[in-house]
């Protein structure tokens, strides 16, 4: 089935990023749909916050200190503000105007360590320039570590044995969940991560590797991407340059994950611009067996993730097992879907 | 100049590791000789310990805590006691037996802990079956973590930015220290790790990738190792089997640190084995431009980077500037040992 009659009609109803959704939504044969994952965790997680509730008396708290007017950062607060009220996630703010000194911010963090209906905590980045991000998010108990950054959770992401991390970080996992819900195959195949942030990049590549991928992490020392790239059976793209990778550099059949969300001008939009990835993702859908949008495929992973670590601590704080999302790992999936056979052409 | 009169000199003075060790020494070509580089930092560091005793006061001490009487973990032990006594670090050790409960070896870690003389802690692995080895050492304090395996450690050794590790993984710095030492550029090399423990192989990739290698690693479910030790610059094998990586897998002029050290039987030795690494020296040396030897390439440099961790770990418990081996990371070298083009044939 192709997509071009479908992408006619959406076109007409208006600016690009409704088209994409549209052609992921109708096409569906080689999407990684993350926002309809992302609906099918969300309700999960509902229930378990249901069941947490009628059996402990507890509410999963999220606690978010955001300082300052940034127009981004308050519009990903207000984000998962919303998705917390659809689990049943309970929030608890802090909001602490531009000058506040990194003092009042600690605070701000300690009186949500020490209380009881907080279970994750996020402090949301960036901070004002005179305040010390590390010395804040150091601050934040790693039992509420909401976005799995703390030191004692991303040692325990890299190492083999031991404990697990209690929290993961969200887009990563989102990555790998996608990827595992949509019955991709990780263990034995190539997986080449673009970019070593310690927000994607790294962790990313982790959680690949321990599910049994053999990773490769490109980065901006890295002489011939393209070369690397394909070799991949798994993409992952977090460079935040606009359609960097090539539908040239792509084995045939490759799996694409694309991080990247980066406003270009487009006059045709409403707001004179829209987003696309790190992934030419027009020329790269013909070519890979599966691809995820943007926007609408990593994206609201990420938030779901989020709230799967918020109730992955309340049950913690609770002594309940968990399984954290992504699944249990190194669990190698058995569907076929990554033939590593060349797509049929277009 | 090649090797083969050297050898047959060697090879009449007694066993094959002698016989390794003189091709070393002789040949001098394409050895990356660990025990020179070893001595050289060993030098290095005496006179580091001497201008801190001359400075302030101060003899960096190293608390060793030893649990029952394997014959290996003695002489490990004894090995790091003769480099300590030869450097200037002065050795607190804790003997318990094979008996001790785990409160009373959490109670010597405890004692080392709170011991101003003592500024780096070992404990010498394995611990016997009755004993949780990561609550043992998740016991030392990250600021006495002379082995560099604590989660503060390991997690600021993984991340961007943010504050350096205090101590590095011995093994792994000693791989990557001797590639500096010998003018081996790194930065957007193709490097391909074989293995991927917590001692070695993940922290050797971190720290490879700190220096801007493009890093691959490999592990037990990797299909096809050949084909990806093909596209390496750099190979780091450690994956404890010997003669794991045939020559045939190298690409002519790549640089080969071979951490194995496995036991084979030699009935013309005289303890009936002899040590060898994961590579099969032999025939990989006259494809790669630099080889280690075992023995005599990576465990040399071990033990030295273990003492350099315990005078790093005084110098900050002092508050004075450290320069953590290996190198500053990132710091490209410029030489040309590694050209990348095929190495003369035989």
New interface residues.
């Given amino acids: 089935m192709r997509w071009r009659p479908t992408v006619l009609a959406a076109a007409a109803l208006g600016g690009r990023a409704l088209l994409t959704a549209a052609m992921a939504a109708v096409q569906g044969v080689n999407i990684l749909d993350g926002a309809a994952t992302a609906k099918a965790i969300r309700a999960e997680l509902g229930r378990d916050v249901d069941a947490l509730r009628a059996a402990h008396g507890v509410t999963p708290g999220l606690g978010v200190v955001l300082v300052g007017e940034r127009r981004d950062s308050q519009t990903y607060v207000r984000m998962k503000q919303k998705v917390a009220a659809e689990i049943g996630v309970h929030c608890v703010d802090a909001l602490l105007p531009d000058t506040a000194s990194e003092a009042e911010i600690l605070a701000a963090v300690e009186a949500m360590n020490a209380d009881p209906d907080v279970h994750g905590i996020l402090v949301q980045l960036p901070l004002p320039a005179h305040v010390d991000e590390?010395r804040v998010l150091g601050a934040i108990d790693f039992r509420k570590d909401a976005d799995g950054f703390?030191?004692?959770n991303?040692?325990?992401l890299?190492?083999?044995?031991?404990?697990p991390p209690l929290a993961m970080p969200c887009t990563p996992a989102g990555c790998v969940e996608l990827l595992r819900r949509h019955g991709v195959p990780l263990?034995?195949k190539?997986a080449v991560v673009l970019g070593?942030?310690?927000i994607v990049g790294?962790p990313v590549a982790?959680l690949l590797?321990a599910c049994?991928?053999?990773?490769?992490?490109?980065?901006s020392?890295?002489?011939d991407v393209a070369a690397?790239v394909r070799?991949a059976d798994i993409v992952v793209a977090a460079v935040g340059r606009a359609r960097y990778v090539e539908a040239s550099w792509l084995k045939p059949g490759c799996v694409v994950v694309d991080v990247g969300i980066n406003a270009v001008d487009d006059p045709e939009a409403k707001r004179g611009y829209r987003l696309v990835g790190d992934v030419d993702f027009d020329a790269a859908k013909d070519v890979a067996s599966l691809i995820t949008p943007v926007p609408g495929g990593v994206g609201p992973m990420t938030i779901a993730m989020l709230m799967s670590n918020v109730v992955n601590l309340t049950k913690a704080s609770l002594g309940v097992e968990t399984a954290p999302l992504p699944g249990r790992l190194g669990d190698a999936e058995t569907t076929t879907r990554l033939s590593g056979l060349p797509k049929e052409g277009p």
């Fill in positions: 590390g703390s030191e004692t991303v040692a325990r890299v190492m083999q044995g031991g404990p263990a034995g190539r070593r942030s310690n790294m982790a590797q049994d991928a053999t990773v490769t992490v490109c980065h020392a890295t002489p690397v070799d």
